[in-house]
């Protein structure tokens, strides 16, 4: 089974950047579309950003132009940068496949945007 590991979470002013990293068990990684989520206080979690085994992204409307998704097969690693940050993206982010392995969830790294 496969065991996801993120990081990069921290308190940013509004307008600011911030990069996100997921590490990857396994030896299937390569396979995988891999997605970027998202769960804020009182929500669902959301799919915010994806991209297929040969590096296709894909995003939601709410991110697109302003997050990026990339992906390192040979070090088994995800990540997502992110600029213009808003309050709205205020949230615990997660990386699992697309769809998701319902038993890999990790605990997500915090993001938290405000002044």
């Known amino acids: 089974q496969v065991q996801f590991v993120e990081s990069g979470g921290a308190l940013v002013q509004p307008g600011g950047s911030l990069r996100l990293s997921c590490a990857a068990s396994?030896?299937?990684?390569?396979?995988?579309?891999m997605g970027w989520f998202r769960q804020a206080p009182g929500n669902q979690r959301e799919l915010v950003a994806r991209?297929?085994?040969?590096?296709?992204?894909d995003y939601a409307d709410s991110v697109k132009g302003r997050f990026t998704i990339s992906r390192d097969n040979a070090k088994n690693t995800l990540s997502l940068e992110m600029s213009s940050l808003e309050p709205e993206d205020t949230a615990v982010y997660y990386c699992?496949?697309?769809?998701?392995?319902?038993?890999?969830w990790g605990k997500g790294t915090q993001v938290i945007v405000s002044s």
């Open positions: 991209i297929d085994r040969g590096g296709t992204p």
């Open positions: 396994g030896t299937i990684f390569r396979l995988l579309t």
């Open positions: 699992n496949s697309s769809p998701p392995f319902g038993g890999s």
